[in-house]
């Protein structure tokens, strides 16, 4: 590995002499851009556009632009005079707990290893972190820049994670559109999900991940080099589930078995539609059949006003 940085983890009055690797690297494929012609790599010049020429590296300078079009020259001088002293050192400022930190916070990974005498002041140093299961957080200078870090223990290495300062992550209020916390949710549902997720639970095995299609870009680079021709895999047909209830069940299906403890989901109860009143039905009586309905009723009609008024003639 290739040393980024020495200096010393200073604890208390303790001094620990440390060199810095970096701990992680990335992996990804990277192209160059080429001129579609002849194949030659692009080259990328430092180019003036009111002196219309290129620039050597002596001619320049850094700037800040306070106002458009308008700079304050920073040159290295400036730059040193305001470096911490601590420039050497990775200064311990409290200890917590690693739960206390989201990890939000962390930026960029590096290992520590002791210096040729510090053998025995980091071993303790190790020693008293993994009794008391704290982490350290830090102040390191790197770069001409200052950063907020932690100290913690990975397997028996003590390494360094440099972190963001508070204001340097910004509110989740500046978050468009994000749903209130307290949005009403149905109670099967919840335990739909909440039994998908028991089932997809497994202890963290790293070796298990792997960037597939950075694997299938560099076997597809190695063919090219060889000459074949590349096949294109059909793509695989995703089911268009719009009902939430349904994609929960099936996702459910597809993760069963895998040792969760089952869950009873009930169905959400369906409103039942309001009940219409019965529509008034047209009458479809005779004549003869309408008037004891009516008469029944006290209604009076022409017909029965003659009859009744024939028997009082008939017996007077």
């Given at each position: 590995m290739h040393t980024v940085w020495k200096g010393s983890i200073s604890f208390g009055l303790v001094n620990i002499p440390v060199k810095m690797f970096t701990a992680t690297e990335e992996r990804d494929i990277r192209f160059r851009q080429l001129h579609k012609e002849c194949h030659t790599p692009i080259k990328y010049t430092k180019m003036c556009p009111h002196c219309q020429r290129e620039l050597e590296a002596s001619e320049i300078v850094r700037?800040?632009?306070?106002?458009?079009?308008?700079?304050?020259?920073?040159?290295?001088?400036?730059?040193?005079?305001?470096?911490?002293?601590?420039?050497?050192?990775?200064?311990?400022?409290?200890?917590?707990?690693l739960k206390d930190i989201d990890p939000i916070y962390f930026d960029k990974s590096y290992f520590l290893s002791p210096q040729e005498t510090g053998d025995k002041a980091y071993s303790l140093l190790r020693a008293a972190m993994e009794e008391t299961g704290k982490i350290a957080v830090a102040q390191v200078t790197m770069r001409n820049r200052q950063s907020l870090a932690v100290v913690r223990l990975y397997d028996h290495c003590i390494m360094l994670e440099t972190i963001f300062y508070p204001d340097e992550v910004r509110p989740v209020n500046q978050v468009p559109a994000l749903p209130d916390s307290n949005v009403t949710l149905a109670e099967n549902e919840l335990k739909m999900a909440t039994e998908l997720i028991n089932n997809m639970t497994i202890p963290f095995d790293p070796s298990k991940y792997t960037d597939e299609y950075r694997s299938e870009l560099q076997a597809m680079i190695e063919k090219k080099l060889e000459g074949q021709e590349i096949a294109t895999s059909p793509a695989v047909p995703r089911t268009n589930v719009i009902d939430l209830m349904q994609a929960l069940k099936e996702s459910l299906e597809a993760t069963g078995g895998n040792g969760a403890v089952p869950v009873k989901i009930e169905s959400e109860p369906t409103p039942e539609p309001a009940k219409k009143k019965p529509a008034r039905k047209q009458s479809?009586?005779?004549?003869?059949?309408?008037?004891?309905?009516?008469?029944?009723?006290?209604?009076?009609?022409?017909?029965?006003?003659?009859?009744?008024?024939?028997?009082k003639k008939t017996t007077v």
């Open positions: 700037g800040y632009e306070y106002e458009k079009g308008h700079f304050v020259i920073i040159e290295d001088s400036d730059l040193e005079a305001i470096t911490p002293d601590t420039r050497r050192a990775i200064e311990i400022l409290d200890f917590v707990d479809t009586l005779s004549a003869k059949e309408t008037a004891p309905v009516q008469q029944a009723a006290g209604a009076s009609t022409p017909g029965a006003t003659t009859k009744t008024l024939r028997r």
